[in-house]
């Protein structure tokens, strides 16, 4: 069964705090992205990964970095939280070729910031 | 940026009845995915569709691929209340290093008994 897991179903974090997102996959998959979920406007691509140590910036990379020392694992940090940062964050990951492959999600991470 | 819009943003229906949830696009995508959300949960995959005019069945869902490939449509017949979920298309296209997903706003459908 493929699994895609994020460290914490909720968290509430303080403005300024620096903040770390975990996702681990256990397919050997090359993609793995973070998104971030807002009512009425979907899922927003904040930053992608395809291989161990690359990355590529999404649709939303500011105030985001991410890390991806090892293929299962990719992080999201937040350098300084901020009140606007409150969201829904998902993890996904992906076969690398093709435009055919589905991303299989985690959870998510219910981030709020105070 | 491709953009996709989904139409309409919220639909409530009793069970037994008929809806169509839309996806429309200025841009072309090399194929459209349809994932359902439950909450609490990612999205799952429903179904991929690829060539422009295509139309694929999921039991009593019906997905079809606008034939410019800017567009896509999901039919459901006879709603059940298990079919409640907050539904997204999604436009796949390569960036040359990695595939990527354009998600579109969400359908967030209820059904009731």
């Known amino acids: 069964d493929v699994k895609v897991t994020q460290s914490s179903r909720y968290l509430v974090k303080r403005t300024g705090e620096k903040v770390f997102l975990e996702c681990v996959q256990d397919?050997?998959?090359?993609?793995m992205f973070w998104y971030r979920q807002d009512p009425g406007l979907g899922l927003r691509l904040i930053y992608f990964?395809?291989?161990?140590?690359?990355?590529e910036k999404g649709d939303i990379p500011e105030g985001y970095s991410v890390s991806r020392e090892k293929k299962e694992r990719f992080s999201l940090i937040l350098e300084s939280a901020s009140t606007n940062q409150t969201s829904m964050y998902l993890c996904a990951s992906s076969l690398q070729a093709g435009t055919t492959y589905e991303q299989y999600f985690g959870p998510g991470t219910r981030l709020t910031v105070t | 940026t491709q953009l996709l819009e989904q139409s309409p943003q919220f639909l409530s229906i009793q069970e037994g009845e008929n809806l169509t949830v839309y996806c429309n696009s200025s841009s072309v995508f090399s194929s459209l995915q349809w994932y359902r959300q439950e909450p609490g949960e990612g999205p799952v995959l429903l179904v991929t569709?690829?060539?422009?005019?295509e139309v694929k069945k999921l039991k009593r869902l019906t997905f079809q691929f606008g034939d410019a490939r800017k567009d896509s449509s999901l039919h459901i017949t006879a709603a059940q209340t298990g079919d409640t979920g907050l539904y997204l298309c999604a436009g796949a296209w390569y960036t040359g290093t990695a595939s990527k997903l354009t998600f579109g706003t969400g359908t967030r459908l209820q059904v009731t008994l």
């Open positions: 569709v690829v060539t422009g005019g």
């Open positions: 990964s395809y291989d161990v140590k690359m990355k």
């Open positions: 397919m050997d998959h090359e993609n």
